[in-house]
C-alpha cells in the first residue's frame, strides 16, 4: 500500500498514515521512519557525527587486549583503547601497549603496570625536550633539560707553556647550569690571582658582568683553588701555581 506522505515535510514533524501508523521525518536523511522503530534507536547520525539517542545513554565495548583493542579506528584493528582489568585504561599501536592507567590513578608510558609505590608518572625512557627551550610561566614545570660541550678560550691571566689545549661540558637543567671544564700547557699552566682565566661558556650568568657566582679549580698537582664565574669568563681568586691541568666548575642561574 502506498503511503502519501506531506510533499514539504520538517525535520521531527509526525504523520499517521490511513492505518494508523505514525512516523517522523528526519531532515538529515531526507527520510520517514516508523515512529515506534525511532523510539528504539540508540543513535543519531547527524551528518558525520553519532550521538546517543537518548540523553545519558553510554557506550559499551568489548574490554579487548594489546593486540586487538575494544575500540580501534577504521581498518586498523590493533591500535586502539582498551583495558587490562578492572578500572584500568591503556591505549596500543601496533598491537603493543603503550601507555597505561593504573586503577590507582598512576600513568606508565612503555611501562604495563605502574606500581603503588612509584610517582604518579611512571617511564620506560627519558624525556626529550626541544632544542629550543619553551619557556614556561609556571614556576614549578620543568620545561629544559640539555647537557653539551664547550670549548673555554685561554685569557691573559692564564701562563701557559707548550701548546694549549682546552674542553669543557655542561648540564643545564631549567635555569640551572652546572658547568665544568679544563685547560692544559703541553708543559704547564698557571693562573694569576685576580685575572681572567677563561671566557666562553656558553650560557651567561644571570645580572650578566654584574652577576657572579663561586666556583672551584682543581690543579692537577696541587690544592684546590677558589674561581669566579662573572658573565661567560672565569677570573683565578687565587694564584694557581704552575701545573699540568687546571679543572674548574661553577654551577649558577641563567638569566
Given amino acids: 500500500m502506498a503511503i502519501n506522505f506531506p510533499n514539504t515535510p520538517t525535520d521531527g514533524q509526525v504523520f499517521k498514515d490511513t492505518t494508523g501508523v505514525s512516523w517522523v521525518y528526519e531532515t538529515a536523511t531526507n527520510s520517514w521512519t516508523s515512529a515506534a522503530a525511532k523510539s ?11 550521538s546517543p539517542h537518548t540523553v545519558g545513554d553510554v557506550v559499551t565495548v568489548s574490554a579487548g587486549t594489546a593486540a586487538l583493542p575494544g ?25 603493543i601497549g603503550r601507555a597505561h592507567v593504573a586503577a590507582n590513578g598512576n600513568v606508565g608510558i612503555g611501562v604495563t603496570a605502574p606500581t603503588a609505590a612509584g610517582g604518579i608518572l611512571q617511564l620506560n625512557g627519558g624525556i626529550t625536550f626541544p ?16 647537557e653539551g660541550t664547550w670549548t673555554p678560550t685561554q685569557g691573559p691571566g692564564l701562563t701557559v707553556v707548550g701548546a694549549f689545549s682546552s674542553s669543557g661540558t655542561y648540564i643545564k637543567i631549567g635555569k640551572v647550569v652546572h658547568l665544568f671544564g679544563q685547560v692544559s700547557g703541553a708543559t704547564s699552566v698557571a693562573a694569576a690571582a685576580g685575572n681572567l682565566m677563561v671566557s666562553g661558556a656558553p650560557f651567561p650568568i644571570k645580572g650578566g658582568i654584574n652577576g657572579a657566582a663561586p666556583g672551584l679549580a682543581l690543579p692537577q698537582n696541587g690544592e684546590g683553588s677558589v674561581v669566579q664565574f662573572t658573565n661567560t669568563s672565569f677570573y ?20
Wanted: proline share 8%.
Fill in 131 to 146: 632544542a629550543t627551550q619553551v619557556a614556561s610561566t609556571d614556576p614549578n614545570t620543568l620545561d629544559d633539560y640539555e
Fill in 71 to 95: 575500540l580501534t579506528p577504521v581498518g586498523d584493528p590493533n591500535t586502539g583503547i582498551w583495558s587490562p582489568g578492572p578500572d584500568q585504561l591503556a591505549i596500543s599501536t601496533g598491537g
Fill in 40 to 50: 528504539t534507536k540508540e543513535w543519531d547520525k547527524v551528518g558525520t557525527t553519532l
Fill in 236 to 255: 683565578a681568586k687565587t694564584a694557581i701555581a704552575a701545573t699540568p691541568t687546571i679543572r674548574f666548575s661553577a654551577t649558577y642561574e641563567v638569566g
